[in-house]
Nanobody, 122 residues
Framework: QVQLVESGGGLVQAGGSLRLSCAASGLTFGSYAVGWYRQAPGNERELVAAIRSGGSTYYADSVKGRFTISRDNAKNTVYLQMNSLKPEDTAFYYC????????????????WGQGTQVTVSS
């Protein structure tokens, strides 16, 4: 069975930081492109950051310069470091994986985690 499990969400004040983790089992994570997505009430799910198997990264304009995606393939884990958090970052955050980077960018990856809530207070 393939499973992705997110952790690290919580409540933080504006300007604070959180680090989200996505741990994978049932697949060789290092072979996959991985994305972090978020969805707030009333909004569509959006791609926040992505990392290819080779390590190159993508960031949405709204988080560029504040968020950093990274991976530790030996631990089958991908991270999202979130700094300078804003109330508008409040959302349910998901990680997802696919062998195709294009599929990640189109928000249609094969495997999804259950998500973790991030709430930023003002």
């Amino acid at each position: 069975q393939v499973q992705l499990v997110e952790s690290g969400g919580g409540l933080v004040q504006a300007g604070g930081s959180l680090r989200l983790s996505c741990a994978a089992s049932g697949l060789t994570f290092g072979s996959y492109a991985v994305g972090w997505y978020r969805q707030a009430p009333g909004n569509e799910r959006e791609l926040v950051a992505a990392i290819r198997s080779g390590g190159s990264t993508y960031y949405a304009d709204s988080v560029k310069g504040r968020f950093t995606i990274s991976r530790d393939n030996a631990k089958n884990t991908v991270y999202l470091q979130m700094n300078s958090l804003k109330p508008e970052d409040t959302a349910f955050y998901y990680c997802a994986a696919d062998l195709s980077y294009s599929t990640i960018r189109n928000v249609r990856p094969e495997y999804w985690g259950q998500g973790t809530q991030v709430t930023v207070s003002s």
